[in-house]
């Protein structure tokens, strides 16, 4: 079993920061590719950032220059660093991991449930 966990969500003014976190557990024998995703309300799901296992990053254009993706392989973490926020990043945020079990020569896909980012003023 493998669960994806995020935290950090909340409520803030624009301008505001705030960082999340993503923690993975279970029976993990390795970590390939780490992603975020948001849903804002009454749209799809988007890719935000996403960080290889080699440590390279891409971002979606509207959060480029505001928001930085990072992971810590020896605690199986991703984070978000989200600055200059925005009202229109209103969303939850998820994270998703490709994710090689101890039981399985395959990297499967798992996601979390999801932490509410709302900026208002």
């Known amino acids: 079993q493998v669960q994806l966990v995020e935290s950090g969500g909340g409520f803030l003014q624009p301008g505001g920061s705030l960082r999340l976190s993503c923690a993975a557990s279970?029976?993990?024998?390795?970590?390939?590719?780490m992603q975020w995703y948001r849903q804002a309300p009454g749209k799809g799901r988007e890719l935000v950032a996403r960080?290889?296992?080699?440590?390279?990053?891409t971002y979606a254009d509207s959060v480029k220059g505001r928001f930085t993706i990072s992971r810590d392989n020896a605690k199986n973490r991703v984070y978000l660093q989200m600055n200059s926020l925005k009202p229109e990043d209103t969303a939850v945020y998820y994270c998703?991991?490709?994710?090689?079990?101890?039981?399985?020569?395959?990297?499967?896909?798992?996601w979390g449930n999801g932490t509410l980012v709302t900026v208002s003023s």
């Open positions: 960080i290889t296992s080699g440590l390279s990053t």
């Open positions: 998703k991991a490709l994710i090689k079990t101890t039981r399985s020569i395959y990297y499967v896909e798992y």
């Open positions: 279970g029976n993990i024998r390795s970590i390939n590719d």
